[in-house]
């Protein structure tokens, strides 16, 4: 069965969002969400990063990140599927909660259920690349084999 996921406030599977009110640290700084983790890199190491990071809500985050009077790093686009991968794996390292949710999905496919997006979801088609929700199978594994490695041990 198919699961698919879309908004942060969705039962269990919100949490599967880059919305989703769960913050973590990565590269020394703390990240209210995913989102706006994933939206300041584009601008890592400028002021518009912080202020990226600093914007109240999600959805700000994501505004400021789309601002297109800002330029994008150079090598955004290169870098970007990584950028998820790193925030994804540490959201989800940080609480526990939300991993098991994770844990729990077998290895059911995940998709991101927005016709907005064709990239990180299914996309308006329904053929979208899923991105994110190929980050998340991926990082569900991912947890799966290391909580086996730590289980192997005396």
Known sequence: MTIYFYGADEVPYGCFSNFSDHGFELDGLWWP??????????????????????????????????DASKPLRRDWER?????????????????????EILLSTGDEEIVEDTT???????????????????????????LRAERAEAHAWP
Request: hydrophobic letters at 35%; one cysteine or more; proline letters at 1%.
């Open 79 to 99: 870098i970007k599927d990584d950028v998820m991968r790193r925030a994804v794996v540490t959201k989800f390292r940080a609480h526990g909660d939300i991993c």
């Open 116 to 142: 907005a997006d064709h990239y990180w979801g299914r996309g308006r088609t329904g053929n979208g690349k899923n991105m994110l929700g190929k980050i998340l199978m991926r990082t569900r594994g991912r």
């Open 33 to 66: 969400t995913s989102e706006h983790y994933f939206q300041a890199q584009k601008f890592a190491g400028t002021r518009h990063a912080e202020l990226v990071r600093r914007a109240r809500t999600p959805l700000r985050a994501a505004e400021l990140g789309r």
